[in-house]
């Protein structure tokens, strides 16, 4: 165990004994058994247009799903879940149920405790996904080729649903694994067990659908030559760049980019290796947010504070992720925001911050001000789509908003481009409406290939 040598600033690495980093990243939602299972899915009213199923952006059929569940039939729970949602293993761990399905639950009106679905979501997915069932079967080749650039849950559900139909699809991701932010940019304790390349397995066992690691669209591959030599191309290529704090001393050491440290800490085989900060501070109100205080708090940080410009209500982080925070120690400080970060020795120290107020609709500074202690500070305020790599075709690609405008059926500017997740305009920045871009935008294009 390290001990405080007193100097500042203060990043270590092993700051907590052996057994306790298996038990903080343990699974947070330990999974329902059996007999749990059958006793919560006898809660469900099974109704009829039901409002959970409105809310769910894959639109599963969940009465029908839990319905299954309650027949002892885990089997046919799942591939109802995966016909419409081929990630629901990990949606059931990841989606914001609180704000989505269980929130429209009729039992949530009316007594303030929903069914809870995304357990069972899990109790189905994972009975199959362990079984090692086929679910899906190819339909004959079309000899139709599809390009997808991004192995995250955009490509991925793209690409399920077009080899279903017959066709045949390479994808194409910049990193080693595929399976994007459910692989990178989840905290650990939502998904263990590698249970991120497991559902990437069951998802390829279909057949038809080749992944290229190490291709990065602009720089290995271009959009001219995959418009080329594609009968269609989907680009699922996520959100790469990262939101600048534009406050002086952001380039000091310990100013780290959050979603690069969450990244770390979930390809890490030894988190007793991974540095934090003895007093850390995180700056925003996202789920990323939360993510980064959170595991930082885990990995044997002391004070951990999230700072947001905001109040608790405009927080993009709901209420469920707010209070895991606050529960595991963590201090969030609204209407706040960084005025500059002070350094020692070329190391992050200190935030000075300014208190905020809204005035006339805007977000002001009141002009007081308080210094915060702080040897790690994570930036999470927000990625941005980098659209550099789309050029080199003959044609651009139309943006809103700064990234691909799509129309109903995901479709791009371009007739034979389609895209889908965060990288396109009005996405909701959810793993599970992901999903439906993928799935939305395949029958779109097995419908123009004639298949």
């Not at 990065?216 to 989907?234: C, K, P, T």
């Amino acid at each position: 165990m390290t001990t405080n040598t007193g100097s500042r600033p203060d990043i270590q690495s092993k700051r907590l004994a052996d057994e306790d980093y298996s038990k903080n990243f343990g699974d947070i939602h330990p999974p329902l058994n059996t007999h749990e299972a059958l006793v919560e899915a006898d809660r469900c009213y099974f109704c009829y247009d039901a409002p959970c199923t409105v809310a769910c952006p894959t639109s599963i059929d969940i009465p029908m799903f839990i319905r299954q569940i309650s027949a002892d039939n885990p089997k046919g729970s799942a591939k109802t879940i995966f016909e419409e949602n081929i990630l629901g293993g990990m949606c059931a761990r990841v989606c914001p149920t609180e704000t989505l399905c269980e929130q429209a639950c009729v039992r949530q009106e009316a007594e303030g405790k929903p069914v809870k679905i995304g357990l069972l979501q899990r109790y189905a997915t994972d009975h199959l996904l362990e079984a090692g069932d086929k679910v899906f079967e190819r339909a004959a080749s079309t000899g139709k080729r599809i390009a997808v650039v991004g192995a995250g849950p955009a490509g991925l559900s793209c690409a399920h649903r077009l080899a279903m139909h017959g066709h045949d699809v390479v994808v194409f991701d910049a990193r080693e694994k595929a399976g994007g932010l459910n692989e990178y940019g989840i905290a650990a304790y939502k998904s263990v067990n590698d249970f991120a390349q497991r559902e990437v397995e069951f998802l390829l066992s279909i057949g038809g659908i080749t992944i290229e690691n190490g291709s990065s669209l602009g720089d290995q591959i271009s959009l001219a030559d995959l418009r080329q030599n594609f009968d269609a191309v989907f680009l699922g290529m996520g959100l790469a760049g990262v939101n600048s704090l534009r406050a002086e001393g952001e380039d000091l050491d310990g100013v780290v980019d959050a979603v690069s440290y969450i990244a770390d800490l979930r390809q890490s085989t030894d988190l007793s290796k991974l540095s934090v900060g003895r007093k850390v501070a995180v700056i925003g109100g996202g789920m990323t947010a939360v993510d980064a205080a959170v595991q930082s708090k885990l990995l044997g940080a002391e004070e951990v504070t999230i700072l947001y410009r905001r109040g608790q209500e405009q927080m993009n982080a709901s209420e469920y992720e707010q209070e895991l925070a606050q529960t595991n120690g963590v201090s969030i400080r609204h209407w706040v925001k960084p005025n500059k970060l002070i350094g020692e020795g070329g190391k992050v120290v200190a935030i000075e911050c300014e208190y905020t107020e809204t005035k006339d609709g805007s977000l002001v500074g009141t002009g007081e001000t308080f210094i915060l202690e702080a040897d790690m500070v994570f930036k999470a305020i927000g990625q941005n789509f980098i659209a550099a790599p789309l050029n080199g075709s003959a044609e651009a690609i139309q943006l809103e908003s700064g990234r691909i405008q799509v129309d109903e059926s995901r479709r791009t500017s371009l007739g034979d481009v389609w895209a889908g997740g965060d990288c396109i305009a009005g996405g909701e920045d959810l793993t599970v409406a992901a999903v439906e871009d993928g799935k939305v935008a395949a029958e779109a294009i097995n419908k123009v290939l004639g298949a």
